[in-house]
């Protein structure tokens, strides 16, 4: 999107203004300068990739990097061999940090081909001790290391790092306020992201991203709004509000407003086709929410409701704040009131403690919501939680023997749901060329499968109507329905 501000009448010559988001303008045009002469010493453009690691929300961030390294003057890259690239990093579980350590080494060899290249490490990872030392002993060759916190200052940080020969450590406890109308650089035309809250106050026992995104803060609806009139303006047609528990939305704002109270307010925007949100806790999913959902017709019909467990003892040692019964229960309702309506979820596998009975009722609930799909993950210790300390840790053959038992169940539910599509005619949004055949468009129903069908680039980012084919597995061939037909 074309930010409105004109970075190059801002005058440099001034002290940088205090308040933002006036600040990191003046920091955006500040880093332009700096970017305008490197390359013309160089007589060639710089380069610049965002690497992302990490859920939807971490997405969202780097389309902010992305939006100032562009109005810096930087053009983007998906190739590592850039003047500047930055790893927006993971840590939920172990496999997320080890990647970007291992990644980490190629660079430090790309870096010694090329003596302009700067990297920066930004994202939940950071914001962890541990990693924090040891990147700072071993990886010396970082240029620039900030939080999840002070991302929104990413321009200053840039300018700070280019008059600096040493590595520079920007990290935050916590957020300050909110700050809003920077630039940012959306993947698709056609889609977008959009945060509606940050951080989680729920402490599920295993998770750290309390501890890396600090405390639940909601944005305020205004802002939200506006923004998402701002990108359906600019050709959005399908919006995914983002949060780690968008359930409890608008808890801490003075004015009195519920997630469905926001869900209401962003179906009247005028032009939005889609709407989609991540993620529900199922302690906070609301009687009001389902007739939300249910009454909405541009809610898609895509639900996604982590289970972690289906062990009730389990659950109590997580902190989940439900129980197997509610669960079930609160499944139940939502197909009585939205049967057409995909469930997904995630379970953890390997909890400390956890037997392969406990991994029986996990297999027990798969079996009666038949998920449309499901993302299981082993168990991984983080340093911090609660569950770290638990003396019962599981033996990791006992975890792989429960872990592959699920897996094929939630394979056969998976397939058995999907094949219930065969032969409806649906609406997609499509979204790509398909990579291997390029005479097949990728679209994405409401419920979020994927159907393949013949079409033309012309299409991408157009809601079309298909006829669902062939059911290959997970996703479909289809054909798509003129108007006429
Ligand atoms: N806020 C979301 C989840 C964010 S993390 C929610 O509560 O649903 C995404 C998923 O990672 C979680 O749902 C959980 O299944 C998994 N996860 C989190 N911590 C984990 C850990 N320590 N080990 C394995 N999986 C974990
Ligand atoms: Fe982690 Fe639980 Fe918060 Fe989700 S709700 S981010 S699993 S603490
Ligand atoms: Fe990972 Fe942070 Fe998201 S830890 S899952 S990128 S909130």
């Not at 620039?144 to 280019?162: P, R, V």
């Not at 520079?168 to 977008?192: H, M, N, T």
């Not at 953890?348 to 009975?357: A, D, N, Q, R, S």
Request: aromatic share 8%.
């Amino acid at each position: 999107m074309k930010h409105q501000i004109d970075f190059d009448r801002i005058d440099l010559k001034r002290e940088a203004p205090v308040e933002e988001p006036a600040r990191q303008y003046y920091f955006i045009a500040k880093a332009r300068e700096y970017v305008h002469k490197v390359s013309k010493e160089l007589a060639r453009p710089l380069t610049a990739a965002v690497i992302t690691f990490g859920c939807q929300m971490n997405a969202r961030d780097s389309e902010k990097l992305i939006g100032i390294l562009e109005q810096a003057g930087y053009q983007m890259t998906e190739t590592e061999q850039a003047d500047l690239v930055i790893y927006n990093t993971c840590t939920v579980r172990d496999n997320a940090n080890q990647k970007v350590y291992g990644r980490l080494g190629a660079l430090n060899s790309l870096k010694k081909q090329n003596p302009h290249m700067k990297i920066c490490l930004c994202g939940c990872m950071m914001q962890e001790e541990s990693a924090l030392d040891k990147i700072r002993k071993s990886y010396r060759f970082v240029d620039l290391i900030f939080g999840t916190h002070n991302i929104f200052k990413f321009a200053e940080l840039l300018c700070t790092m280019a008059e600096s020969d040493r590595m520079v450590i920007d990290i935050w406890k916590e957020a300050e306020g909110i700050v809003e109308d920077l630039p940012v650089e959306r993947k698709y035309a056609f889609k977008s992201g959009i945060n509606i809250m940050f951080g989680c106050n729920n402490f599920c026992s295993y998770c750290i991203v309390p501890y890396v995104r600090g405390k639940e803060r909601s944005r305020n609806p205004r802002d939200i709004i506006r923004e998402i009139e701002a990108l359906v303006a600019d050709g959005v047609v399908e919006v995914m509000l983002l949060g780690q528990n968008v359930n409890s939305y608008g808890k801490n704002l003075e004015e009195q407003i519920s997630f469905a109270d926001l869900l209401r307010e962003v179906e009247k925007v005028e032009g939005l086709e889609r709407i989609r949100f991540m993620t529900s806790h199922p302690k906070d999913l609301s009687e009001e929410m389902i007739q939300v959902m249910k009454e909405s017709k541009k809610i898609c019909r895509h639900l996604h409701l982590p289970l972690q467990s289906g062990s009730n003892r389990i659950l109590e040692a997580m902190n989940r704040c439900y129980t197997k019964e509610q669960y079930l229960a609160l499944v139940e309702r939502i197909r009585q009131e939205i049967p057409d309506m995909a469930i997904t979820t995630d379970i953890i596998v390997g909890f400390p403690g956890e037997t392969l009975e406990d991994v029986e009722e996990t297999i027990d609930v798969v079996k009666r919501v038949k998920y449309d799909n499901a993302f299981t993950f082993i168990y991984s210790k983080r340093t911090g939680t609660p569950a770290a300390a638990m003396e019962n840790q599981v033996a990791s053959e006992v975890v792989k023997e429960g872990f592959d038992k699920l897996l094929k169940v939630v394979q056969d539910t998976a397939r058995e749901r999907a094949a219930l599509l065969q032969g409806q005619v649906q609406t997609a949004l499509a979204e790509e060329m398909n990579e291997q055949d390029s005479t097949l468009v990728t679209g994405r129903l409401s419920n979020n499968t994927i159907v393949h069908f013949p079409g033309t680039p012309d299409q991408i980012g157009k809601i079309v109507s298909v006829r669902l084919k062939e059911c290959r597995g997970f996703y479909y061939i289809g054909e798509q329905i003129t108007e006429s037909g």
